[in-house]
């Protein structure tokens, strides 16, 4: 009797492990597709720099401390610079990104 009564949760729980595992299956597919690559800022700058903007530049945060910001402007400067073939507007860019998150400009200073 005790082992009826064993084998009939058993197989409760198996059914319901069953139910949930389809429709969590189902759920899954239905969830909209995201793209497999990171998404970059589409658009051009803005006539006087932002905060956000200056951290969209440099790949951090816009409450981040002024060691990371040194560290986002080298690694992008790198990769920018006009003496490596870069362009010299995006490099001002990059230049007054990391003035503005370190608080070193009120507006716009680019030279462009």
Known sequence: MVAA?????????A???GKYGIEAWQAFKLRPARPRM???????FQATMTRKEAALILGVRESV???KVKEAHRRVMVANHPD???SHYL???INEAKDMMLGKTKGSGSAF
Do not use: L, Q
């Open 91 to 93: 490099a001002s860019k």
């Open 38 to 44: 990171r998404k970059f800022y589409e658009g051009g």
């Open 84 to 86: 490596a073939g870069g």
């Open 5 to 13: 009564i064993i084998a009939g949760a058993a197989v409760a729980a």
């Open 15 to 17: 059914a319901y492990a």
């Open 65 to 67: 401390v002024a060691d």
